[in-house]
C-alpha cells in the first residue's frame, strides 16, 4: 500500500502543478513535452537500464500519454470539465474489468463490494455544480479520455506484469517514445507559427517530469507488489487521488464541496478499508 500512496502523492503533485499552470499562464503542451524528457534522465541515471527493442507495448503508450493529455485540454475546453471529469474517473470501469477477464484476477465477494462503493465515491465526488452551461454536448472527446486513461492503465499493467524485461528498462523506452511524439508536435507548431520556445516552459516542464516519474514509478512497483490483485491498485490509486486531491483543493486552493462531494470523500474511504481487507 505505501506504493499506491507515494503514486497518490506524485499524481496529486502533478495535478497541482498544471493548475499553477494555468493561472501562470505556462504552455502546458511544451510543460507536457519537457516532462517527458527530465523523467527518461531520471530513469536512466537511478537506474541504468538497458534499452529494450522497440514494441507495439511501448509505441502504444509513447503515442498514448502525450496525446490524452492533449486530447483532456480540447475535452474541457469544448465539453466542460465535469464531462471530461467524469469520462476521466469513470475510466477505472476499464481496467478494473480487465484486472478480472485479461489478468485472471481472482473476484471475491468483499473485493466487489469496494470496488462497486469505490464508484459510487466516484459519482459522487464529481464537481456537478462547476458544469460548464454554454459547453458543447459533444461527447466524443470525453469519450476519447475514457477510452484512452483505461488502456493507458492497462497497458502499464501489462508492464509491471512482464518479468523477462526490467520494468526500468520499459520505462525509459515508453518515456522517450512519448518525448519524441510530443517534440515532433511542437517543432509542428512551431514551423507554422503558432508556438514559441522558453525558458521558463522548460523549467517547469522539468519539475513536472519530476512528479510524473515519480507518479509511474510507484504505480508500476504498486502492481509488482500486488500482481495478483490489480484491481486494487486500480481502485485505490483512483479514489486516493479524489481524497488527497480534495483535501489540497480546499485546503489550498479555497475550493468549496458540495455535500455530496464529501459523501464521496467518506464512501472512498470506505472502500479503500474494504478493498485493504479484501485482500
Known amino acids: 500500500m505505501i506504493y499506491i500512496l507515494l503514486s497518490v502523492c ?3 503533485f502533478v495535478s497541482v502543478l498544471l493548475k499553477l499552470a494555468k493561472r501562470y499562464e505556462i504552455d502546458n503542451k511544451q510543460a507536457i513535452t519537457w516532462n517527458y524528457s527530465i523523467a527518461a534522465l531520471l530513469t536512466w541515471l537511478i537506474y541504468k537500464p538497458e534499452i529494450p527493442e522497440i514494441s507495439a ?10 496525446s490524452i ?7 474541457v475546453h469544448y465539453t466542460g470539465i465535469v464531462r471530461t471529469d467524469i469520462a476521466q474517473r469513470l475510466s477505472l470501469f476499464i481496467p478494473v474489468l480487465a484486472s ?5 484476477e481472482i473476484h471475491s465477494i468483499l473485493k466487489i463490494i469496494g470496488i462497486l462503493i469505490a464508484f459510487a465515491a466516484i459519482i459522487f465526488s464529481i464537481p456537478w455544480q462547476k458544469e460548464n452551461k454554454k459547453a458543447r454536448s459533444s461527447w466524443l472527446y470525453p469519450l476519447i479520455v475514457f477510452a484512452g486513461m483505461g488502456i493507458i492503465d492497462i497497458l502499464f499493467k501489462q508492464i509491471a506484469k512482464t518479468t523477462s524485461i526490467p520494468f526500468t528498462s520499459s520505462l525509459i523506452i515508453v518515456f522517450l517514445l512519448a518525448f519524441l511524439v510530443s517534440i515532433s508536435y511542437l517543432l509542428y507548431l512551431y514551423l507554422r507559427g503558432r508556438m514559441k520556445f522558453s525558458l521558463i516552459n522548460l523549467i517547469c516542464g522539468w519539475i513536472l ?8 514509478l510507484f504505480y ?3 502492481h509488482q507488489a500486488l500482481a495478483n490483485s490489480p484491481s486494487m491498485v486500480f481502485s485505490s490509486m483512483n479514489i486516493g487521488v479524489i481524497i488527497l486531491g480534495s483535501a489540497v483543493g480546499v485546503l489550498i486552493f479555497k475550493e468549496k464541496l458540495s455535500r455530496l462531494n464529501y459523501l464521496g470523500i467518506v ?6 478499508t474494504v478493498l485493504y481487507f479484501s485482500n
Open 267 to 272: 464512501l472512498a474511504l470506505i472502500s479503500i
Open 57 to 66: 507495448l511501448y509505441v502504444s503508450l509513447g503515442v498514448l500519454l502525450p
Open 10 to 12: 506524485c499524481s496529486v
Open 69 to 75: 493529455f492533449l486530447v483532456l485540454a480540447l475535452s
Open 209 to 216: 517530469g519530476i512528479a510524473n516519474f515519480g507518479n509511474i
Open 220 to 222: 508500476l512497483k504498486a
Open 100 to 104: 478480472f477477464i485479461l489478468f485472471s
